[in-house]
């Protein structure tokens, strides 16, 4: 066998993680312009996105919060503008599956723009379970209203830095968030059939952690509130 990581650096996680961790991200991933990529919902309807806003300061030099569901082809184009005319060193993706795959590829336009440039570090808040920040493969929904999937072997289109904060998840609704682990419990199960997955660690920790998804998804959905068995779950899900 011969398995390889994606080029994440650093998993940070725990309750009130993003306003204990995240300026201390930025300084480790060495990064100074931060444009956020998000949801309406995130933005409009939740303090989330005004409360890391407020966190980074200076150092947020845009927000895009127009993308929707399955990341719509024509809005990640409208953030791909934005982010060349910001001159941001970083994106920071904020939400679910949406946000994340189209942050991914912002950064691939921008390498296809431009290969020799530097690649804008990413680091992600996820707020569902769906996982898409554990790999470096996408998925958006064409001009023509066709679902596309796309998957790179290239390793670095992956984001740097995952915050897994479960007090920020309290804002996801409780249908959405247990629908997505069904989600990540898909992906597990998915990896102990594809005959490229390396037998160790890959198949062998999805093994694993298939039990801990369940057990951690009815406790819960028993306690809605618990953030510490929220943390688990997000972990179980990623692993």
């Known amino acids: 066998g011969n398995w390889r990581t994606t ?9 009130h993680s993003v306003n204990n961790q995240l300026t201390k991200v930025l300084e480790t991933l060495n990064v100074s312009k931060v444009f956020i990529i998000t ?3 995130l933005m409009n309807k939740t303090p989330v996105i ?19 569901q399955h990341a719509p082809e024509d809005k990640i184009n409208e953030a ?9 060193d970083a994106l920071l993706s904020v939400g679910g599956g949406s946000p994340i795959d189209s942050t991914k590829i912002i950064i691939k336009k ?24 554990a790999t470096t493969g996408m998925g958006y929904t064409d ?38 682990a069904i989600r990540a419990l898909d992906h597990s199960i998915e990896i102990m059939y594809l005959p490229r997955a390396q037998e160790f660690p890959t198949r062998q920790i999805s093994l694993l952690y298939v039990s801990k998804i369940f057990k951690y998804l009815i406790a819960c959905k028993n306690n809605p509130k618990d953030l510490d068995i929220r943390t688990k779950l997000q972990l179980a899900c990623y692993a």
Not at 110 to 133: D, G
């Open 110 to 133: 921008l390498l296809e723009k431009n290969p020799s440039a530097p690649k804008l570090k990413h680091i992600t808040i996820p707020t569902t379970l769906s996982v898409a920040e």
């Open 80 to 88: 791909l503008n934005q982010v060349i005319e910001s001159k941001a």
């Open 143 to 180: 001009s023509s209203g066709k679902k596309v999937s796309v998957g790179f072997t290239n390793r670095n289109l992956g984001p740097e830095a995952i915050i897994y904060d479960s007090s920020i998840t309290l804002h996801t609704p409780m249908e959405l968030w247990l629908s997505t």
């Open 50 to 68: 005004k409360d890391i806003q407020g966190l980074l300061g200076s150092k947020c030099v845009g927000v895009n919060f127009s993308i929707a």
């Open 7 to 15: 080029n994440i650096e650093n998993v940070v996680y725990g309750p």
């Open 39 to 41: 949801g309406n919902s």
